[in-house]
């Protein structure tokens, strides 16, 4: 029997792990399997002990993204280690991918599944089941004594092609929550990769420009099969970039058109801004409600270096935000500040002064903030420029799960040694700000007081750009338990 964990994720919001269906469908009807999600099953290692001693467990799978996942999946992989030595423990997911040498000289990980798993997977356990070798099988890192060994990388797969994800072995309705978007809010994703290469992005340095979507047609079949099975009213894609295709994204909406299901998505300001005032208006008869852009930088030589394809200006941040107020769409504007650079501060003003004009052209727009953390990812300008400026990843797991570390994950204090405490402090007190001004609609929770007080706090300060020491206003976001937007781990 293989045993199938999703270490925990988040605190507060609990979404369809969708990476571990992913790989038990490659597995169903073939391998008994069973999915501990330590989201909900607690404690994992309790769980984990009776599961062992139930069942004829040879196999431990885990999927590991960096940060929370991270932290948990490594004391858990030495507890199996050190109690059950005889279990195969493979891991896989963004963290192991890209992270291959330090994991697999951990001790006590045997096997890395990089980039999908569908096909890496079950060919693994096929071959130790049978005693054969495993060097023919795509996309597998293992060790050959003590030499690591990268298996060539497999093709992306196909997701029109893959096997229906195996809902019935979790628990569905618990993993249905509240959202800005609506009372029922699901997950999905509808696209594999990104053909874009962001030096600062993991799935660039894992896909290489590679990408392939669904069919729309039997993307909008599986939304309505959700709202039909589990009641859901709406749904986030966890899609790197969702709007690839235009033909595809309008005709999904054509589908959805009148089903009362809202959505969000992510994508690129210099994909949407050529897409027609028809696509737009089908997306959102269709149900778009927020669409997150990786905006990144107010400057045009940092998205150069960021790699940003050559394609996008800011101005064209500008011009989407105009332009979807006519469609009552909502732009969610990522920047990336902190960035490697000899003008820090001159960048981190700048890039506030932009969020600014902005937020005069759309006042409903999102801003998300975060703080450049370096990703592996050998052939992007700005990974050489972090390596050049003196960053340098662990070397070992338990350094990767030190209290350090565990910031540099979260996006929050990465603590790159070229950014100092007041560039953060800037950051933080900018962020406090603009917040409080503009309280988030993604934070249903907010009571409309709340929001009077936030915009009260914020709004003086605001208007007079008086960001530095905005106490008042994080005591009253704490007490709130106020959510700026993405905090949730979307």
Same mark, same amino acid.
């Given at each position: ?136 099988i795509p996309s597998l890192s293992w060790k050959n004594g003590n030499v690591i060994v990268d298996n060539p990388q497999g093709a992306i797969l196909n ?19 509240? =959202? ?117 930088? =107010? ?34 504007? =990522? ?29 409903? &727009? ?13 052939? &992007? ?37 070229w950014l100092k405490p007041s560039h953060r402090r800037r950051i933080y007190n900018f962020e406090a700000t603009i917040d409080a001004a503009f309280p ?46 993405q905090k949730e781990g979307l």
């Amino acid at each position: 029997m293989i045993l199938l964990i999703n270490p925990q994720s988040a605190k507060r919001v609990f979404r369809l792990p969708l990476s571990i269906l992913s790989v038990a469908s490659s597995i169903e009807g073939k391998y008994d399997y069973q999915i501990l999600d330590e989201n909900f099953d607690r404690p994992l290692e309790k769980l984990i002990s009776q599961t062992i001693e139930k069942d004829d467990i040879r196999y431990i799978g885990f999927t590991v993204m960096p940060g929370p996942q991270l932290n948990r999946a490594v004391p858990t992989s030495k507890f199996i280690r050190n109690r059950y030595p005889g279990i195969k423990i493979i891991w896989g997911g963004y963290f192991p991918s890209q992270h291959v040498k330090t994991v697999l000289n951990s001790e006590y990980v045997d096997y890395i599944v990089r980039n999908q798993g569908e096909e890496c997977f079950p060919r693994l356990i096929d071959a130790l089941e049978h005693r054969q070798p495993v060097d023919t099988i795509p996309s597998l890192s293992w060790k050959n004594g003590n030499v690591i060994v990268d298996n060539p990388q497999g093709a992306i797969l196909n997701p029109n092609t893959l096997p229906p994800l195996p809902y019935h072995k979790i628990n569905v309705p618990r993993y249905i929550t509240r =959202s800005y978007l609506g009372m029922r809010t699901s997950v999905s994703h509808s696209s594999v990769g990104c053909p874009f290469l962001c030096g600062f992005c993991s799935v660039a340095g894992l896909y290489k420009g590679g990408w392939i979507g669904r069919d729309p047609d039997a993307l909008a079949d599986e939304l309505l099969r959700q709202k039909k099975e589990w009641g859901i009213d709406s749904l986030d894609f966890f899609d790197n970039n969702f709007f690839v295709g235009e033909k595809r994204s309008a005709r999904f909406g054509e589908r959805m058109s009148g089903k009362n299901i809202s959505w969000w998505a992510e994508g690129r300001p210099d994909t949407l801004m050529h897409y027609s005032d028809e696509t737009l208006r089908l997306l959102s008869e269709g149900g778009c409600k927020m669409i997150f852009l990786g905006v990144e930088s =107010s400057s045009l030589e940092i998205l150069h270096t960021m790699d940003k394809g050559g394609t996008q200006t800011p101005e064209m941040a500008l011009e989407l935000c105009e332009r979807m107020k006519k469609f009552n769409i909502i732009p969610e504007l =990522s920047f990336i500040l902190g960035n490697p650079s000899e003008t820090v501060d001159e960048d981190i003003e700048r890039d506030i002064q932009f969020i600014r004009k902005a937020k005069k052209i759309n006042p409903r &727009a999102e801003i998300v903030l975060h703080i450049y953390s370096p990703v592996f990812f050998d052939d &992007a300008q700005m990974y050489q420029e972090s390596l050049h400026r003196g960053f340098h990843f662990p070397q070992t797991l338990d350094d990767w799960v030190s209290p350090h570390w565990a910031q540099f994950n979260s996006l929050r204090n990465p603590r790159t040694p070229w950014l100092k405490p007041s560039h953060r402090r800037r950051i933080y007190n900018f962020e406090a700000t603009i917040d409080a001004a503009f309280p988030t609609v993604t934070d249903f929770r907010l009571r409309p007081w709340h929001r009077r007080v936030l915009r009260a706090l914020g709004g003086m300060r605001y208007r007079f750009s008086a960001y530095n020491a905005p106490y008042e206003i994080k005591v009253a976001k704490k007490a709130m338990h106020y959510l700026a937007p993405q905090k949730e781990g979307l």
